[in-house]
């Protein structure tokens, strides 16, 4: 595989010059009409061999190209912070926004590789981790992202001459440590696991570069040239999409056949007495404080995510919940439309950037399903991005609880005439009638609609990992108190499979 990248190509000082003035103008160009254009953010990932010229490929590029324009991280060890998180939190972190370019140093490929060098995982992880990436990959280069990947290579003497010309220069020997020549020792290994990362991840849309790194002139114009052929056309293919697209389009009707649904078959007839209620009301939320106490204490994170029909009580539910939990373990996350910063991004950013960290407690009154939801019906979302947001949606939340957070979905159902009751009340409450909008009786007109959209949210997401809870909530005080006992009954078992009494 890498018998190509180690012919000693060679770019001499005067023809790099003149083929740099070139090169530069191009990329300086193609940078501003993605800035101009804001549809779709540049992720270039660089890895390799060491001593290969990653870093100076980094820095030429921002010579070339406006750095106002650009993110450059170099990822370590994840600190405390990241660890608390799902892998993938600080590569969502740290994702451009459209119009921008971001460039990447021992990114998310590095740890697995690494891993499987020295069998710290095995070969069934490493498949594993690869598959993460890939999956990740998709769910950016689906939205429309430019995904660029760049493998610099050495031979193993040409590695070990410039690890020592490098470490022979006082300004330069802080890049050579005891990790690189351990990893050069290893050569062989190193080079096997490669092949086999790049073999498993060269996909289409997110494609492996190797590119030789014996000489920095024939480097550092390869890795432009690449990046200057790749923008240009992915540029020309998003203008040229732009300029066909239509004005989004409400549907006046569901777009599928009218099915029954789950939400038919629940009885929302259940009640309780306001005695009783008020009674198990005091007693859950006691339990439901002392079991909050030892997650926190022994940093067991969870995840709530309500949805459900306007007034079907998400937010009295809510503040029910968290009633007695320590103010500060728990966060509360209202999402409506995006803002603009969380539309420079992919839909799921603003949802990935809010995961709690070891401990804590993040409520989402509405969450990540308003892609298959409020935007499908607005038609703010293609029915391409909709459909493929099942999928991305599964993986984001079973790479929540594969990290060991609780996650729980619950959906508050009413039927229609119920909704209506509480508009009215709403109307007529002084500390309520804010609640009310216009956009909430338009959405009555779509009530069929959103019913089969959320029989669809329950068909294709409600997994073994991540099922919903179907919560009966037209007597608010029986909806409360069903959230309140699974939680705590789901608390209560993490809780003791961590051993913790």
Request: charged letters at 30%; a neutral charge.
């Amino acid at each position: 595989m890498f018998d190509a990248a180690e012919l000693g190509q060679r770019v001499s000082k005067r023809e790099f010059k003149e083929r740099e003035l070139e090169l530069r103008t191009k990329l300086l160009t193609l940078q501003y009409r993605t800035q101009e254009l804001a549809r779709f953010p540049v992720l270039i990932d660089f890895a390799g061999v060491e001593g290969a010229g990653k870093t100076t490929t980094i820095n030429m590029l921002n010579m070339w190209m406006d750095p106002r324009w650009i993110r450059t991280t170099g990822y370590q060890e994840p600190t405390q912070v990241e660890m608390a998180r799902p892998r993938f939190w600080r590569y969502w972190r740290d994702m451009p926004p459209k119009g921008r370019v971001g460039l990447y140093l021992s990114g998310r490929y590095s740890r697995p590789l690494i891993g499987r060098v020295y069998d710290h995982i095995d070969e069934h992880e490493f498949d594993k981790r690869l598959s993460e990436i890939i999956r990740f990959e998709n769910a950016l280069v689906d939205d429309g992202a430019l995904v660029l990947k760049f493998w610099m290579h050495l031979g193993a003497a040409q590695q070990e001459k410039r690890l020592r010309k490098l470490e022979a220069d006082p300004l330069r020997s802080y890049q050579v440590n005891e990790e690189d020549w351990r990893n050069h020792e290893n050569y062989e290994n190193f080079i096997a696991a490669a092949e086999d990362l790049i073999t498993r991840t060269n996909r289409v849309g997110a494609a492996w570069h190797i590119v030789e790194g014996g000489n920095e002139n024939y480097r550092h114009l390869r890795v432009g040239e690449i990046i200057a052929g790749e923008l240009g056309r992915h540029l020309d293919a998003q203008e040229q999409e732009a300029a066909n697209e239509r004005p989004p389009a409400r549907v006046a009707s569901p777009d599928t056949p009218q099915v029954v649904t789950v939400f038919d078959a629940l009885d929302l007839t259940l009640a309780l007495p306001k005695s009783e209620y008020k009674e198990k009301l005091a007693t859950y939320q006691a339990q439901l404080g002392e079991l909050g106490r030892k997650a926190q204490e022994n940093g067991i994170s969870t995840v709530l995510v309500f949805e459900g029909p306007d007034a079907s009580g998400k937010g009295g539910a809510i503040r029910r919940t968290v009633w007695s939990l320590d103010a500060r373990s728990f966060t509360v996350h209202q999402f409506a439309a995006p803002t603009e910063e969380e539309r420079a991004h992919h839909y799921l950013w603003r949802f990935w950037k809010r995961l709690p960290r070891a401990g804590q407690v993040a409520v989402f009154d509405r969450s990540w399903y308003g892609r298959v939801l409020v935007e499908r019906a607005e038609g703010f979302a293609t029915a391409t991005e909709w459909r493929r947001a099942y999928n991305e949606i599964n993986d984001f939340e079973h790479q929540i609880v594969d990290h060991g957070t609780l996650l729980l979905k619950f959906w508050l159902h009413i039927d229609e005439d119920e909704q209506l009751v509480r508009f009215q009340k709403r109307e007529k409450s002084p500390y309520k009638h804010w609640k009310l909008t216009d956009e909430d009786w338009r959405n009555r007109e779509l009530w069929e609609a959103y019913e089969q959209y959320g029989q669809d949210i329950v068909q294709y997401t409600s997994t073994k990992k991540a099922p919903w809870i179907l919560v009966e909530a037209n007597n608010k005080g029986y909806a409360r108190l069903k959230v309140l006992k699974t939680l705590i009954d789901h608390l209560s078992a993490r809780l003791d499979d961590n051993g913790i009494e």
